[in-house]
């Protein structure tokens, strides 16, 4: 069964270091998505991406944050100088199709540790 | 915006305990409701959904009924295994926002023998 996955499980890093996460989607999907959760709290949507440009994004997802999709099937996630706050369990998804009709898929996360 | 409120956990029953967890939400227009869940090491798996009022989503001997009337989509199941184990995220998309998931704080499931 197609499944999303993400490198690395666990990420540390020192405070102000970028950090690039990566997700595979499933093949034949369209639709790209990062979610965070922070330990204890809700998990929270950070950006949608389709036909390599971003389609939505939260205010969470400032200038230190990027995504791109540099080769047809990783779809990654970067954070340009990393704070303690951006500490976190981040979540890659994907769907075949947009809105309510697209299932999202998720991957397993990375947990992003910055010291 | 869209916004979920879910039931405070940690929820610990024993095996073939009945099994609710609450989820009410606040959205624009007509969302559509989905409860996921989440296995030990595991990423998120859509357990069920429902698109419009009164529809019953229905998964693994789970359900929930979508009631438009309290704004509610709460998850039960009658006899829960130990396998149920997890942790279950009540989720909404639609209204202002398409295509985004907006999550409640999830509930730790917990079923002994």
């Known amino acids: 069964e197609p499944e999303v996955t993400q490198t690395p499980s666990h990420q540390v890093t020192q405070m102000g270091q970028e950090v690039i996460l990566r997700c595979v989607p499933i093949?034949?999907?369209?639709?790209f998505y990062w979610y965070r959760q922070i330990l204890g709290q809700k998990v929270e949507f950070l950006v949608s991406?389709?036909?390599?440009?971003?389609?939505?994004k939260s205010e969470i997802f400032d200038d230190q944050f990027s995504v791109e999709r540099p080769d047809g099937s990783n779809f990654t996630l970067k954070i340009r100088s990393t704070k303690l706050e951006d500490s976190a369990m981040y979540f890659c998804?994907?769907?075949?199709?947009?809105?309510?009709?697209?299932?999202?898929?998720f991957g397993p996360g990375t947990r992003l540790t910055v010291l | 915006g869209n916004s979920v409120t879910q039931m405070e956990g940690p929820v610990t029953l024993s095996e073939e305990a009945f099994l609710t967890i609450n989820c009410t939400y606040t959205?624009?227009?007509?969302?559509?409701l989905f409860w996921y869940v989440q296995y030990p090491g595991e990423g998120l798996q859509l357990l069920l959904k429902?698109?419009?009022?009164?529809d019953k989503g229905s998964n693994k001997g789970f359900e929930a009924t979508y009631r438009k009337e309290t704004t509610s989509f709460h998850l039960e199941k009658g006899s829960v295994q130990v396998s149920d184990s997890a942790v279950y995220f009540c989720?909404?998309?639609?209204?202002?926002?398409?295509?985004?998931?907006?999550f409640g704080q999830g509930t730790i499931l917990t079923v002994h023998p």
């Open positions: 998804a994907s769907s075949e199709a947009r809105g309510l009709a697209g299932e999202q898929f």
């Open positions: 093949s034949n999907h369209l639709y």
């Open positions: 991406f389709y036909n390599n440009e971003i389609s939505e």
């Open positions: 959205a624009t227009g007509y969302p559509s």
């Open positions: 429902a698109t419009k009022a009164d």
């Open positions: 989720a909404i998309a639609g209204g202002t926002s398409y295509g985004k998931l907006t």
